[in-house]
């Protein structure tokens, strides 16, 4: 390496150091963990303040260069046991995440020995608990039905929206188009997805699942993320599911549903919309102060 590229190497980690504000370490502890292969990083920001861009999020996100991740939780003291925020694989902010709140609920279930927890999230305190045999469950409230509550463009019917397919409109902390098709195998979901996913009728982009009715208690489902792409589960798409199979009288309220990655099962209840599902802590890290100045250049 020459002088002056040394010297710019320097000049420019110590650009960042002087960047970051004392809430953000050099380094950066991180734990990966898993729902049914719908796997995220998450943050313990409960003992101190952790600054986290959409930048970062992003870079993070990113399966050669960063991590990996469909989505990115942040664990920080609030009301309740923790106050959980959510980030999708390209940096953008999320109220809901089903399965990451499971995960994070399981790790502070075994940290605490509680059974029970009270989580905050920006779509509310979610109530988590211990389902035995090492399923968590976590009541993820009530779905948004109405147009301005999911949030659509306009005033629309939202069990059948006057699009091609005619899906269902759910709001579940975040947006969510379910259609349901004879073949969800069939499905391109890579081009079908992103096309749903940025309808005109959803401002805030949408979740994508194509599901098939296999029984009055049991449905084939895949998924497209917004702001991720194609994951392998969703717990609030699980959520959304079933509340408009629910609703168009093609299932009854407790439903099994399987995914590329698994089976979660979900009963939609007069508290709110309980999922219940396996979790995994894969292993804990560190992003290095090398990762982290080269987020700034």
């Not at 370490?25 to 796997?39: A, R």
């Not at 995960?103 to 009270?118: N, P, Q, S, V």
């Not at 999922?275 to 987020?295: D, K, N, R």
Request: proline share 5%.
């Amino acid at each position: 390496m020459t002088k002056n590229r040394a010297r710019v190497d320097s000049f420019r980690h110590r650009r960042y150091m002087r960047s970051m504000t004392a809430q953000t370490p050099p380094e950066l502890p991180f734990m990966k963990m898993h729902g049914l292969g719908n796997d995220f990083v998450v943050v313990d920001a409960r003992e101190r303040a952790i600054q986290i861009t959409p930048r970062l999020a992003s870079a993070m996100a990113d399966r050669h260069f960063g991590i990996g991740f469909d989505q990115l939780a942040i664990i920080s003291a609030g009301s309740g046991d923790a106050h959980l925020t959510f980030y999708n694989a390209d940096g953008s902010g999320s109220a809901a995440c089903g399965n990451a709140t499971r995960c994070i609920a399981r790790f502070l279930m075994d940290e605490t020995g509680k059974t029970e927890l009270r989580l905050s999230t920006d779509h509310g305190l979610l109530v988590a608990r211990d389902a035995g045999d090492g399923l968590t469950a976590v009541n993820m409230g009530q779905p948004g039905l109405r147009w301005d509550e999911i949030p659509l463009s306009e005033p629309v019917d939202t069990l059948e929206l006057p699009i091609d397919g005619a899906p269902t409109a759910t709001g579940m902390g975040n947006p969510h188009c379910t259609f349901f098709v004879e073949d969800a195998e069939a499905v391109p979901l890579e081009s079908f997805g992103p096309r749903i996913e940025t309808h005109p009728l959803f401002p805030q982009r949408t979740n994508v699942q194509v599901a098939r009715i296999v029984g009055r208690d049991h449905i084939r489902m895949r998924v497209w993320e917004r702001g991720t792409g194609v994951t392998l589960a969703s717990g609030s798409s699980s959520c959304a599911t079933a509340v408009a199979a629910a609703r168009r009288g093609l299932t009854g309220r407790k439903v099994r549903i399987d995914l590329d990655g698994g089976t979660l099962w979900i009963d939609w209840r007069e508290d709110g919309v309980w999922m219940t599902g396996p979790t995994a802590h894969v292993f804990s890290g560190t992003l290095t102060a090398q990762f982290l100045a080269g987020i700034a250049e």
